[in-house]
């Protein structure tokens, strides 16, 4: 009797850590659906308080419309009608048949005094803006402001920066040829040059292996990057002796270095202006339904994509990039005939006076 | 009377020239506009509400979750590494052995094998939101610690992202080095059951430290950076050349910045931080480990603290002070053999150069103005020196 009371105790307390754990489970169990039962009662409410804000925040409020574009703002002196008027072309003619959806997502904008201290109404809808904006201005929050159609993150990882329309895309070309024959790497002089499959390499198209050694080409290129970009990065540590090595020209040092790096952390050589405009022409090589083709099938590679965005095979959209930047070479400082002669003169006269006085003479 | 006058005249002339010089003449315009700073959006009351429930319902589901996987996951006996699991999609036996070939090599690089404790690995898959429920917790590793329940299992609960999620599914190559990255991923996701499978459950003033502090010195048991080969939370910091990594630096506990500055004190009081606490340890004990968690550590790089320690001293001091009865400071004082802000000011200045603190003029200003004190105690000197009294 003794022993079956024994084997009974110590089954009960050998049990009784899984009873409890069981217990503890059901209880935080409980705990967590009535959690998601309060939460789903407060998403309501949070909808309608959401939906009552927005009717107060732009009640009395006036609509614009121009084009696909739809602006709702508090009655004041900002040119809101001539800055949508000159936006919504440049809008359409980026995103072309995708902006379909635009009225959807209209603009709320809260015009206010920018020079006066009386405390402003926490802001739950909209964009607040200073009600002393000019023409230009107002254009530019418009076109940074707009609801992009859709964008997938891998042509947005590739891109490096946000599609937006553009008032002036001949200053980014201008740009992107500063960069093409400033940039420290052999790869882009070849692209400047004329060398597709290097302008290739340099924008990230195609085959994503062995980047370093492509866009990177020569040690001393190597070299300067360490030195240059990442030598604070290097200096402690296992690594300080491989930076010491790489100084000293000893290229396979600089190479361990660099392929040590986190993952996307090399510099791409061209910034992303170069990738923005090449988007760009593709989407104006394409025609209105360029976008659209464009962000269709985000599990392509990106030179399939912009090529069918832009209806011609990758190669040639490429050279129509590079030359589209080379015609864009900045116009350089051209002094007139006279200008030579007169800084001549002013040197001569400035020098005449200083030998003619005295040491001593103030 | 008139030598009075004319220096009354001389001193009214010198400040109408210093006003000329500094003041600017009425009518004159701004230079510049005023700054506007625009409001940035804030969620209604309510949507506050509903987004802090949802909080409080991921770390919920989060810890019943893990209490649930310990009680039905069945341990895999054949590999001495962490039992994986997988949830939010079922993966093909290929993809599951690559991880798992990742993972065995991440354990053999830690020096482990058979563990008396052993670790599981529930890797969350990231899976499409649902209107019914708040986001899951994607942004945090929960860790599920050994108790009186379950004396042998450590749970880790570890998200995989849209990235790591795509290179599990065999759907995008990782950049550049593939599965290097992929494994220091992995590895620094052990966290503390990392260091419960390499010595076992530590004493209760030990556990009672970490638990006060929320694991922020034993995140992470490699000797490399945390995110690859050199990169620690310091190098999150950002370069000290910059106005951002001041800011970064005057955001942290006074203590910390001490030890950043190279002080002893300093440092002793940023590793005891919370070793005072006699707080009593939950069950379930689950430490969640934010996005963010460089931004609330007392010690930076403190993720590889007691890594370093245990790499140091050797295990069986180590395991000394991880198990010992006795106080934090007494034990891993023993354990280090030196006293613990002097080993730490040492530590920390392997990876950062100490910074200076406190005011620094310029040697110029400090020149100048050393000559004009000498020039007025001169002046005043000598006239002390000539004066009579009649």
């Known amino acids: 009797m003794s022993r079956l009371l024994g084997v009974l105790l110590t089954v009960s307390v050998l049990a009784s850590p899984v009873s409890s754990q069981d217990s503890l489970i ?7 659906d ?7 009662d407060a998403q309501k409410l949070a909808a309608v308080a959401d939906s009552l804000e927005q009717v107060r925040a732009t009640a009395g409020s006036d609509t614009i419309a121009v084009g696909g574009l739809r602006i709702i703002a508090n009655p004041s002196p900002l040119p809101l009608r001539e800055a949508a008027e000159r936006a919504w072309p440049v809008i359409d003619s980026l995103y072309g048949s995708a902006v379909e959806d635009l009225p959807r997502y209209p603009f709320i904008f809260r015009a206010v005094d920018p020079d006066s201290s009386v405390r402003r109404t926490v802001l739950h809808v909209g964009v607040e803006l200073p009600w002393d904006l000019d023409v230009r201005a107002s254009t530019n929050v418009l076109l940074t402001t707009v609801t992009a159609p859709h964008f997938d993150p891998a ?3 590739w891109l490096g920066a946000a599609l937006r329309p553009t008032l002036r895309p001949e200053d980014e070309r201008a740009a992107v040829f500063v960069q093409l024959v400033t940039a420290p790497s052999e790869a882009v002089r070849g692209c400047f040059l004329g060398d597709i499959a290097r302008c290739k390499d340099v924008l990230q198209l195609g085959d994503s292996t062995g980047l370093l050694a492509r866009w990177y080409v ?8 360490v030195t240059g970009s990442f030598t604070d990065y290097f200096a402690r540590g296992a690594t300080a002796i491989t930076l010491q090595n790489c100084r000293q020209h000893r290229d396979d040092a600089c190479t361990a270095l660099l392929q040590a790096l986190p993952p996307g952390s090399l510099p791409r050589p061209l910034g992303p202006a170069a990738r923005l405009v090449l988007v760009r022409e593709a989407l104006r090589a394409g025609g209105r339904d360029a976008y659209r083709r464009l962000v269709a099938s985000p ?6 994509r912009l090529s069918s965005a832009a209806r011609m095979d990758i190669d040639s959209l490429v050279a129509r990039w590079r030359n589209g930047v080379v015609a864009a070479r900045p116009k350089p400082l051209t002094l007139p005939w006279w200008a030579g002669f007169a800084a001549i003169g002013w040197t001569a006269f400035f020098g005449f006076c200083a030998l003619r006085s005295s040491r001593w003479r103030l | 009377m008139a030598s ?3 220096w009354v005249l001389i001193g009214l002339t010198a400040c109408s020239v210093l006003a000329l010089a500094y003041l600017p003449p009425r009518g004159v315009k701004s230079s510049g506009k005023s700054v506007f700073v625009g409001q940035s959006l804030q969620a209604t009351r309510a949507r506050q509400y509903a987004q802090a429930l949802a909080e409080e319902w991921r770390n919920a589901d989060a810890v ?12 895999d006996f054949s590999r001495a590494s962490p039992t994986m699991v997988f949830r939010g999609a079922t993966l093909p036996p290929n993809a599951v052995r690559n991880v798992e070939t990742v993972m065995d090599s991440v354990w053999r690089g830690l020096g482990l094998g058979e563990t008396k404790v052993r670790v599981t690995v529930v890797i969350e898959l990231q899976r499409p939101g649902s209107v019914d429920t708040p986001t899951p917790l994607q942004d945090r590793v929960a860790y599920l610690t050994p108790d009186t329940t379950d004396r042998t299992t450590c749970m880790v609960s570890l998200p995989a992202g849209a990235y790591w999620t795509l290179f599990i599914l065999g759907k995008r190559d990782a950049r550049h080095e593939g599965f290097g990255r992929f494994a220091q991923w992995l590895q620094a996701g052990l966290g503390p059951c990392a260091f419960y499978a390499a010595y076992g459950t530590p004493g209760r003033p030990v556990r009672s430290w970490l638990a006060a502090r929320n694991w922020d010195v034993g995140l992470y048991l490699g000797s490399h950076g945390i995110a690859g080969e050199r990169f620690s939370s310091l190098d999150l910091m950002g370069n000290p050349g910059f106005s951002g990594f001041w800011d970064a630096v005057y955001s942290l506990p006074p203590a910390t910045v001490a030890c950043l500055a190279g002080r002893r004190r300093g440092c002793r009081a940023a590793v005891l931080a919370g070793a005072a606490d006699e707080g009593a340890i939950p069950i379930p004990n689950v430490i969640l480990v934010k996005r963010r968690w460089w931004r609330v550590q007392h010690l930076l790089p403190g993720e590889r603290y007691l890594g370093d320690v245990a790499r140091t001293v050797g295990r069986d001091r180590f395991l000394s002070f991880w ?3 006795q106080p934090v400071d007494t034990a891993l004082a023993a354990a280090l053999k030196r006293s613990v802000g002097e080993w730490t000011a040492d530590w920390e200045r392997g990876f950062v150069r100490p910074i200076r603190l406190g005011p620094t003029p310029p040697l110029g200003a400090t020149v100048i103005a050393v000559a004009i004190a000498v020039l007025v105690l001169t002046v005043v000197a000598a006239t002390a020196s000539r004066r009579q009294v009649r």
């Open chain 2, 4 to 6: 009075v006058r004319r």
């Open chain 1, 155 to 157: 042509l947005a990882d």
């Open chain 2, 323 to 325: 198990t010992s009865g």
């Open chain 1, 34 to 40: 009535s959690l998601l039962s309060a939460w789903r």
């Open chain 1, 218 to 225: 020569t040690p001393a290129e190597r070299e300067a990057l």
């Open chain 1, 299 to 304: 599990n392509t590679a990106i030179e399939a």
């Open chain 1, 26 to 32: 059901a209880r935080l169990r409980r705990q967590a």
């Open chain 2, 64 to 75: 019943v979750h893990l209490l649930e996987d310990r009680q039905r996951v069945k341990r």
